[in-house]
């Protein structure tokens, strides 16, 4: 199966900030590359999806970027509710797989 | 608007098993598969396995074969996910989630399971 790996495990950033968190999977995904946030106590919120297309509501702040085994989600100016943790997930090969998450927190 | 609505925590002693279920409603029910994911405390999401509520086909992942079972009723447009032999490595909030071309949209808000002696 194929493993995604993210960095960093944890982003300290203060609020305005732009925040660049990375993904990185073990074998060529393309761009079928998903991005979720999960706040403390709720489930997963869809966020992007096939690596740059934004969900319904997501705000324009958020963009997804990469193909192939780099991707990357770029928050440009952090906002109070944006701070949570982010996964990504792969849907090219099965079964599908979750990156193990990075943490955005209020420095 | 889409809607999952999952059943309350449970307390299972080990070796017991359990049974969640994910109310679907605000789409025609048969006709997005529905995933199952587990987080266990403060780790990351296991993909546990996707069930087909049309034909009630299932596809687990090979760590779960032989302990989950995945069922729906159509009747009442629900999914239930059932863990048998049940161990303390089994303590997470399970979820329920709508496939849309293997990503996973919207999610029920969970359910923990705690297993505890």
């Known amino acids: 199966e194929i493993v995604l790996t993210q960095s960093p495990a944890t982003l300290s950033l203060s609020p305005g900030e732009r925040a660049t968190l990375s993904c990185g999977a073990s074998?060529?995904?393309?761009?079928?590359l998903v991005w979720y946030q999960q706040k403390p106590g709720q489930a997963p919120r869809l966020l992007i999806y096939d690596a740059s297309n934004r969900a319904t509501g997501i705000p324009a702040r958020f963009s997804g970027s990469g193909s192939g085994t780099d991707f990357t989600l770029t928050i440009s100016s952090l906002e109070p509710e944006d701070f949570a943790v982010y996964y990504c997930?792969?849907?090219?090969?099965?079964?599908?797989?979750f990156g193990q998450g990075t943490k955005v927190e209020i420095k | 608007q889409v809607q999952l609505v999952q059943s309350g925590a449970e307390v299972k002693k080990p070796g017991a098993s359990v049974k969640v279920s994910c109310k679907a409603s605000g789409y025609t029910f048969i006709n997005y598969y529905m995933h199952w994911v587990r987080q266990a405390p403060g780790q990351g999401l296991e993909w546990m396995g996707i069930?087909?509520?049309?034909?009630?086909?299932?596809n687990y992942a090979q760590k779960f074969q032989g302990r989950v079972t995945m069922t729906r009723d159509t009747s009442t447009s629900t999914v239930y996910m059932e863990m048998s032999s049940l161990r303390s490595e089994d303590t997470a909030v399970y979820y329920c989630a709508r496939d849309r071309i293997t990503t996973f949209d919207p999610w029920g808000q969970g359910t923990l399971v705690t297993v505890s002696s």
């Open positions: 069930i087909n509520p049309s034909g009630a086909k299932t």
């Open positions: 997930q792969q849907r090219s090969n099965w079964p599908p797989t």
């Open positions: 074998q060529s995904v393309s761009t079928y």
